[in-house]
Structures are given as structure tokens and as C-alpha cells.
């Protein structure tokens, strides 16, 4: 086993904080929450203050509460959206990319419909359908925000698949009479790690903006506190316009904030899979540390290597594993 | 050709796609809320208004689903989209007022949004490890930020609080519109602030994608080729730049539906008479027709976009048409 090396650019470590405070969030942001935020019993449209730190809304809730209670809504539905979409995209990408023939071509052109038709407004029209007992479960929501968000990870591991397919160990496990399904659980998926991980960050940015959306235009229970309904009342109560920022914004800094550590997350993987990219995402002190030169130079882009000792081991272990 | 053939097919299988999914929602999904909502209407719309609505959900018919189905589709070559509810006219009427906005806005934005971040992004590519690197963060950033926030956040500094633009709908409302240049110059200046937001939240996409393949271009031998003939270095930018915008051009037909969707919520923000706003009005008086008529529209003018952007893509890049020669 070659051991994962995290690339240590301060992106990433950057994207790896920000991604984990709203993990804990999630978890502990309900318990931590000074007050109920539907409790109604403070003066409405408080200014932020010791007592209320982002002040209160016009039907005199509280916000700083309502953005804690609100980030396992937010957060779980996008996990779960995310989790359910990407291996639905696991499932129809490896299967397209491995079988081939007509099996591929049918499965390219479901992912292809799927990615041709603009999801939002398909969102929009499948959760207006949708019995009120199913509009109010956001399980429900995350589901269907999940069959909308599926197709770009399948076609991207379609082709990562394809370019596996045809390499020495497949064809070896094949040869030695290994079934279908064998070879692609043991000995394409592993190799896709990097990409499915990539696919599963972009799914979760996805849905984290598909739920607060829905939420916003009023298509999901205004009952259930998450960032997209806070900014629903903060609307259709006009806090905009009246100046509240302090109502509005907090929730839309949040979103961005997680979407923001996704994507830096997702930069890592990019420097993982390309070489080439790692030795540009360093900073300037870690470059003169690893030797590499301070200015990039044309037609010698610098790469950066393994430490010899681990060098040593890798070259061991696949000699052994071979 | 073959390519293009390829192409076609595609989007007419999802055009048919998206009309099947808009015919079978309302009758498969339980508790048709379009039953409930129909006992509301009797005397805000005709009779015959009722009826009509009733046709196009398939309700009180004795007819199976195929017959349905055939009629449907009848209906929707004829340009028939059903009667909208609240506003109790014909929804193709409504749809083309509303959507030469939207086409004009997310065009334009679109536009401009890819032309700067493509040519943005090569220049981080070619200045990767300079200072410059520190736009890469805050553009991640705007990217994260949902659409229709943004939009709230600028509407509320340079609108109503700085004065700088002027907001809210999509001329002076003191114009009717016409071909003057008072009005073309009102237009401008309304759509300002919209565009400004639409190619903020989606530039960021093209500037990465861009400086990733930037870099890796930059490690080709032809681009060091080029330097070592000596050439001007804006030459070789832009040699390097012609062959890494590929995958930019051929992401086109794939970013656009993604835009739109995002955009569609700016309309509601700025009050834009556009499609978007139209769809967020009818999702809020449970305007069934209308909801769908919307989304058959938005759907065929992004499959129309998509094809455009193939048709480009097949014109730029070489490997393609010799491909399709074959």
C-alpha cells in the first residue's frame, strides 16, 4: 500500500478547517443554541447586542439561535443528497465505463439527458408536486435533490473508469477468471478513489445550494429551520430593504463559507491527481523548503517528489504486491 | 456531420424527456394538488377556462393514459400550453413576453462572464506561484455564495444604499419601451447590477478551469518550443492559451444549465420581468400551468443554447471534424 500524502498547501489546510467547524456545527450547533429559535417571546428587531448577538426578527426571534439550529438541516440534507447522488453516479458510471457496448451507450445517454436539462426549474417542478407531508420532510427533499445532481460524477467516472479498464492489472484479474462484478468492487473502485472523492465535494456544493434554494423560494416546510429558510423570512419580511443586515447576511456567509471549504478541499484532490498542480499550490516558503525553484520556469515544471526513504518503501511494496 | 447528428439526438430525446416527466408528475404523484386547487377557482376564471385547465392535467377524463398522452403532445406542437390560473390567459401569451428578458440577460452575462474569466484564468495560469495566486481564494469564494444572496447583498450596497445603479425591474419605469436611445439607455443602466451579479457568482468556474489547464499546457513542449524560437512573450501566451481554452468551450453546453438555474433566482432579486421571476410568482400561487409551461420553455431554450455552444466547439477544434470526417 502507497500511503495517501495530503498535499500541504495552505489551501487545503485551510478548506480541511473550514469544512470541519461545520461538521462539529452540525453535531453540537442545536445544543449550543442559547434560545428556541421559534420562541417568539423578544422584542422584535433588535439591533445585535451581548444578549442577542445578531439581533432578533421582526416576530422577535432569535437569529444567532436560529443559525445554529439551522445548520444540521442544512448540513445533513446536503450530506445525505450528496452521499445518495454519488453512489447513484458510482453505480451508472463504473457500470457505463466497464461493460461497454450498449449497456455504456444507454446509461451515457441517461447521464447526458440528465445533465442537459437545467436542474433548478426540474427541482422546482417535481417539489411543487410534491404532497405537503413530503414537502415537509427534508429526507424526502434530499432525495429528490439527489436524482437531479447524480449526472455529472457518472460521467466523470465513466471516463476515469474507461481509462482503467484496459490497464495490466485489470486484464491480469480478468485472465485469471475473476467475475465482473469482483473486478469492478476490488480493482477499478479503489483506483477511483481521488475522482469519486473530487465527485462527492461538488455533489455536496450542489445540494447545500439546491436545499437553501428550494428553502428560499418557500418550497420546503418554513417549519424546519435551516439557512435557506432564514433567509425565506428575512425576504418576505423585507430585512433586506429595511437595512436588517444582520438577518440576511449571517446565513448567506455560512453557505458560501461551506461551499467555500468544499471547494479548497477539492483543490487538494486536483494537486493529488496532477502533478503538475501540486508544486503550483504551494506557498513561496514551502517552494524554497522542497528546492524547487522560487519562479516557475518554462518547460521544467517543477514536480514534487516523495522523500527517498518513502521512495524505497513504495518501490518495495509494489514489487511485493505484484 | 456525424457529430452533430449525435448531438441532435440527444437533446431531441431530452426535449421529449422533459415533456413526459411535465405529462406524468400530475397524474402519478398522490394527492394531485391540481384537483384541490381547482374547486378554488369557480368563478374567478369561465367555465370553459376550467375545462380547459382540467384537459391539460388529465382530470375527469375517461380516456387511458396513451390516448392522454397523444393528445398532450397534439397540444404542445400546436403551441397550446394550457391557461394559467391566476393570471386566467393563455401561458404561451405570458411565456413570450417574459422570456426575451431572460434570454437577453443570462446571454449577456454569459457572454461576458466566460470572455473575462477565460482570459482572467490564462493569466494565472501563466503567473501560477506569483502573488496573483491570492484571486483564486476570493473567487471560490464568490462562486460558493448562492445566486440570489448575492444579488440582495449588492441590490441593498450600490443600489439602495449608495444610489450608484439604479434597481428594480427592467427599464425606468417612466419609459414604455420603444427604440429610442433614452430607453435602450435606461435598459443599460437597469440591467447593470443583475449582469454584475450573474458574472460574479459565475466567473470564478471559467478562471479555474482555465489556469488548471493553463498550467498544464505550459509544461508542453510546444510552448517551450515557442519561447526558444524567440517569440514575443504575448505570442506565446496566447499560443498556449488557444490550446487550453478547448476544455473551457466544450464545458460551455454543460455550465449553461447550471447559470440558468442560478440566474433565474437574480430575476426574483432585482424584480426582473423575466422568466425566472415569473416561475417564482406561479410557485407561489400554486399556478400549475404556468409552472410547467415555464420549465418546457427554460429546458428548450437551454438545449438551444447547448447545441450553439457544440456547434462553436466542432468549429474551434479540428481533432473533432476530422473525427467526424471518418
Known amino acids: ?322 | 456531420m456525424r457529430m452533430i447528428a449525435r448531438k441532435l439526438s440527444l437533446y431531441a430525446l431530452t426535449a421529449w424527456v422533459a415533456i413526459t416527466v411535465n405529462f406524468l408528475l400530475p397524474r402519478l404523484m398522490p394527492g394531485n394538488p391540481v384537483q384541490t386547487l381547482i374547486g378554488q377557482l369557480t368563478g374567478r376564471v369561465t367555465p370553459q377556462q376550467v375545462h380547459a385547465i382540467e384537459l391539460s392535467f388529465g382530470i375527469g377524463l375517461h380516456q387511458n393514459l396513451f390516448h392522454q398522452y397523444t393528445g398532450y403532445i397534439s397540444q404542445l406542437f400546436q403551441g397550446n400550453l394550457g391557461v394559467s390560473i391566476t393570471l386566467a390567459s393563455p401561458v404561451s401569451s405570458i411565456l413570450r413576453a417574459a422570456v426575451p428578458w431572460t434570454v437577453g440577460l443570462i446571454g449577456v452575462s454569459t457572454i461576458l462572464s466566460f470572455i473575462i474569466g477565460t482570459f482572467g484564468g490564462a493569466l494565472l495560469g501563466w503567473t501560477r506561484g506569483s502573488r496573483f495566486d491570492t484571486v483564486i481564494p476570493v473567487a471560490t469564494f464568490f462562486q460558493a455564495v448562492p445566486y440570489f444572496f448575492l444579488g440582495t447583498v449588492v441590490l441593498l450596497v450600490f443600489g439602495s444604499t449608495l444610489h450608484w445603479f439604479p434597481v428594480l425591474g427592467a427599464y425606468s419605469p417612466t419609459l414604455t419601451p420603444n427604440l429610442s436611445w433614452t430607453f435602450i439607455y435606461s435598459l443599460i443602466r437597469y440591467g447593470e447590477l443583475p449582469v454584475i451579479t450573474i458574472v460574479l457568482s459565475s466567473i470564478a468556474g471559467w478562471m479555474l478551469g482555465m489556469r488548471n489547464m493553463m498550467i498544464t499546457m505550459i509544461g508542453e513542449d510546444f510552448v517551450l518550443m515557442a519561447v526558444a524560437k524567440g517569440l514575443p512573450r504575448r505570442k506565446v501566451i496566447m499560443h498556449a492559451a488557444r490550446n487550453a481554452v478547448l476544455p473551457s468551450v466544450a464545458n460551455l453546453s454543460l455550465a449553461i444549465g447550471l447559470v440558468v438555474s442560478g440566474a433565474l433566482l437574480v430575476e426574483l432579486v432585482f424584480n426582473y420581468p423575466g422568466v425566472g421571476n415569473l416561475l417564482l410568482q406561479a410557485v407561489l400561487n400554486e399556478d400549475y400551468p404556468l409552472i410547467q409551461g415555464i420549465f418546457l420553455v427554460i429546458t428548450m431554450t437551454v438545449l438551444a443554447a447547448n447545441l450553439i455552444a457544440d456547434l462553436i466547439y466542432l468549429g474551434l477544434d479540428p481533432r473533432t471534424r476530422t473525427e467526424a470526417a471518418v
Open chain 1, 1 to 322: 500500500m502507497k500511503t495517501l500524502r495530503l498535499p500541504r498547501s495552505p489551501k487545503v489546510l485551510l478548506g480541511l478547517f473550514i469544512v470541519g467547524f461545520f461538521l462539529i456545527l452540525t453535531v453540537i450547533g442545536p445544543w449550543i443554541a442559547p434560545y428556541n429559535p421559534s420562541a417568539t417571546n423578544f422584542l422584535p428587531n433588535l439591533t445585535p447586542s451581548a444578549t442577542h448577538w445578531f439581533g432578533t426578527t421582526s416576530l422577535g426571534q432569535d437569529i444567532f439561535s436560529q443559525l445554529l439550529v439551522g445548520a444540521r438541516a442544512t448540513m445533513v440534507v446536503a450530506l445525505l443528497a450528496g452521499l445518495v447522488a454519488t453512489a447513484l453516479s458510482v453505480t451508472i458510471g463504473v457500470a457505463a465505463g466497464y461493460l461497454g457496448g450498449p449497456a455504456d451507450e444507454g446509461l451515457t445517454m441517461l447521464s447526458n439527458v440528465f445533465l442537459a436539462i437545467p436542474g433548478l426549474p426540474l427541482l422546482i417542478v417535481i417539489d411543487s408536486y410534491l404532497p405537503v407531508s413530503g414537502r415537509s420532510n427534508e429526507y424526502v427533499i434530499g432525495l429528490v435533490i439527489s436524482l437531479t445532481g447524480w449526472a455529472w460524477g457518472a460521467r466523470v467516472l465513466r471516463a476515469q473508469t474507461l481509462s482503467l479498464r484496459n490497464r495490466d492489472f485489470v486484464e491480469a484479474s480478468r485472465i485469471i477468471g475473476e467475475s465482473r462484478l469482483r473486478i469492478m468492487v476490488t480493482e477499478i473502485a479503489p483506483n477511483l478513489l481521488p475522482v469519486l472523492a473530487s465527485s462527492l465535494l461538488f455533489t455536496i456544493l450542489y445540494a447545500i445550494g439546491a436545499y437553501v434554494t428550494l428553502a428560499y423560494v418557500g418550497l420546503t416546510s418554513t417549519a424546519v429551520w435551516n439557512w435557506g429558510t432564514m433567509l425565506f423570512w428575512a425576504q418576505s419580511n423585507n430585512a433586506p430593504l429595511a437595512g436588517q443586515w444582520y438577518w440576511f447576511v449571517p446565513p448567506g456567509i455560512c453557505i458560501a463559507l461551506v461551499g467555500t471549504g468544499l471547494a479548497l478541499l477539492n483543490f487538494g484532490i486536483d494537486e493529488f491527481i496532477n502533478p503538475r498542480l501540486r508544486a503550483s499550490g504551494l506557498s513561496g516558503k514551502m517552494r524554497r523548503r522542497s528546492g524547487l525553484p522560487r519562479r516557475p520556469r518554462l518547460g521544467f515544471t517543477p514536480v514534487l517528489r516523495t522523500p527517498r526513504p518513502t521512495v524505497v518503501t513504495a518501490r518495495l511494496s509494489t514489487s511485493s504486491s505484484k
